[in-house]
């Protein structure tokens, strides 16, 4: 068993959750960039992906950041402290390059996707890169990990739509101009909702910057077996679990990618809505 050792909102508006699990072995073993798939209980619930957001191999743990968007993630939020979850399997996907660059290196987090970009910051300042790194959210209330990437970045940008905190307006705006510096980054990684990682890599592309995406949004299963998180690269098929899940971005097929992601959504949020229907009546019965 997995025992759950600390649980906090990292933002009510979202309902997003870090939540801290021992496991010495993935803790030793996982690399930045890679995931595991969790269930939350033992008659053959669903098992889903998460990205590993830190972890310490001294002390055993990994660290999960989530959002409650669907009837597992639901479930999960609803663990507290000293729970244990039954089945934790990783570290899984191909591992983050980490290589030492001439120029600095430029990570873009967008809404929940800036805690998979932690670890990939870690990686980066371990082998001697510069970082800076983007965070990007619709307003100050969903922005996350700024204090933790503050921390350990050479320099923090942050970005919001409305203005209310940082700079007003989208990552790609900060973004560009970096690209148009005298000093461009080396590369550019991107994680967050789909929409932006697709204009992260129109922006850098006619600057010949290498790109990376993270597209551990689309996947499903994990393992490779129900090929729901197919994507076309370059024209060929990919499964962002066992392929990826960082591919270039400049090689994605984004509209297709996100046109399939729309497949899922009904049943996403049938499942949702009956999983809090249960949970509320589980609670009166109390």
Partial sequence: MFKILEKRKLSDMSETW???????????????????????????????????ADANAEEGWIALAFQAVGATTYKLSQKNVGDELPALLGPL???????????????????????????????????????????????????????????????????????????QGVSTVPLKEMCESQCPPSEVIAIGPPIMMKFCALTTKPYNVPTTVSLNTIMIDGTGMCGGCRVSIGGETKFVCVDGPEFDAHLVDWDNMMMRMKSFKPREQEDFHKCKLQAQADALSK
Wanted: proline share 5%; glycine share 10%.
């Fill in 93 to 167: 996907g191909n591992p983050s390059v980490i290589e030492k660059k001439d120029g600095p290196v430029v990570v873009v987090g967008g809404g929940f996707g800036v805690a998979p970009c932690y670890p990939i910051v870690q990686a980066h300042k371990a082998v001697g890169n510069k970082v800076i790194v983007v965070i990007a959210a619709r307003t100050k209330d969903l922005l996350i990990y700024v204090d933790e990437m503050k921390a350990i970045a050479d320099e923090v940008i942050i970005m919001t739509d409305d203005g209310s905190a940082g700079r």
């Fill in 18 to 52: 870090y939540m801290k699990v021992t496991a010495p072995e993935i803790a030793r073993n996982r690399k930045a960039g890679q995931f595991i798939i969790l269930q939350v209980d033992t008659e053959f619930g669903e098992r889903i992906p998460l990205t590993i």
